[in-house]
């Protein structure tokens, strides 16, 4: 999963495009996008269209669990066969998870209040969770961090590694970046999400279909780095050695394992 994109529960015509935008996966927000009086309409027309389109296969960000649309969001879900997975967002209180997780989908924490990177680490244990994300702008309004300076990159690469740590702790799957804001601005969303792939992430959660293409290169490997990991496979599984010479440069075993997760990122 490398790109996921957001469309409004609200605006159920809105979903077949984003089905067709080339995203990994299309989640379906009956969050901050929905007012709190169209919360049960918004539920209503997920549950239609899923019923309607049993071939596609969504994600839902539900209602956290703090919120009286908790219960209903996650009941849904659970009734909805085609509903692939859940994103708890402002996920804090370790007990929330698991009852999200007993509905029986993958889940997605999305950590976003220092309640959240408090409780990092029992979040990523529970079961059912197979990957990490975080939101930035909760936070930074709750850390009082002022937007588009210096302070605000710190604290955002700080929870990136957080996540980082925690999603390899726990054997999680790479987590997902969070959303670049201005999609107006492709050349500093592609800025961005090389920034995060370096660091490990494995994508990006998306607001609008013009940030996949931008998001799905910068997560391709190049040209240069798959043939490079193609011949360090080729020589270790030929030769049987996992320590030597290629283009000047000593590979070894930790270098072996990234040419594996480059060829498997590439296919």
């Given at each position: 999963?490398?790109?996921?994109?957001?469309?409004?529960?609200?605006?159920?015509?809105?979903?077949?495009?984003?089905?067709?935008?080339?995203?990994?996966?299309?989640?379906?927000?009956?969050?901050?996008?929905?007012?709190?009086?169209?919360?049960?309409?918004?539920?209503?027309?997920?549950?239609?269209?899923?019923?309607?389109?049993?071939?596609?296969?969504?994600?839902?960000?539900?209602?956290?669990?703090?919120?009286?649309?908790?219960?209903?969001?996650?009941?849904?879900?659970?009734?909805?066969?085609?509903?692939?997975?859940?994103?708890?967002?402002?996920?804090?209180?370790?007990?929330?998870?698991?009852?999200?997780?007993?509905?029986?989908?993958?889940?997605?924490?999305?950590?976003?209040?220092?309640?959240?990177?408090?409780?990092?680490?029992?979040?990523?244990?529970?079961?059912?969770?197979?990957?990490?994300?975080?939101?930035?702008?909760?936070?930074?309004?709750?850390?009082?961090?002022?937007?588009?300076?210096?302070?605000?990159?710190?604290?955002?690469?700080?929870?990136?590694?957080?996540?980082?740590?925690?999603?390899?702790?726990?054997?999680?799957?790479?987590?997902?970046?969070c959303v670049h804001?201005?999609?107006?601005?492709?050349?500093?969303?592609?800025?961005?999400?090389?920034?995060?792939?370096?660091?490990?992430?494995?994508?990006?959660?998306?607001?609008?279909?013009?940030?996949?293409?931008?998001?799905?290169?910068?997560?391709?490997?190049?040209?240069?780095?798959?043939?490079w990991a193609r011949?360090?496979?080729?020589?270790?599984?030929?030769?049987?050695?996992?320590?030597?010479?290629?283009?000047?440069?000593?590979?070894?075993?930790?270098?072996?394992?990234?040419?594996?997760?480059?060829?498997?990122?590439?296919?």
């Amino acid at each position: 999963m490398r790109t996921a994109l957001f469309v409004p529960a609200s605006r159920a015509d809105r979903i077949p495009k984003a089905v067709a935008s080339g995203a990994d996966a299309v989640v379906v927000d009956l969050e901050d996008a929905v007012a709190p009086e169209d919360k049960a309409g918004a539920r209503d027309a997920l549950a239609q269209y899923a019923a309607a389109h049993p071939g596609d296969r969504l994600w839902v960000r539900i209602n956290d669990g703090s919120t009286p649309w908790f219960d209903e969001d996650l009941a849904v879900c659970r009734s909805l066969p085609s509903v692939a997975g859940i994103l708890l967002p402002k996920a804090e209180a370790p007990d929330h998870v698991y009852r999200v997780s007993g509905a029986g989908k993958p889940l997605i924490p999305v950590i976003e209040s220092a309640a959240g990177l408090q409780a990092l680490e029992r979040i990523a244990e529970a079961h059912g969770v197979v990957r990490l994300s975080f939101g930035i702008l909760d936070l930074m309004v709750e850390f009082g961090t002022r937007p588009g300076t210096d302070a605000a990159r710190f604290v955002l690469d700080q929870t990136r590694l957080r996540i980082l740590v925690a999603s390899r702790m726990h054997g999680l799957r790479p987590p997902l970046d969070c959303v670049h804001p201005d999609f107006t601005d492709l050349e500093a969303l592609e800025r961005s999400a090389a920034f995060a792939r370096d660091m490990g992430f494995g994508g990006m959660l998306c607001i609008h279909p013009a940030q996949i293409p931008v998001v799905l290169r910068a997560y391709q490997p190049l040209p240069q780095e798959t043939d490079w990991a193609r011949r360090v496979i080729d020589h270790a599984d030929s030769t049987g050695e996992y320590a030597f010479r290629l283009d000047g440069r000593m590979v070894d075993l930790p270098l072996i394992e990234r040419a594996r997760r480059i060829l498997e990122g590439s296919t």
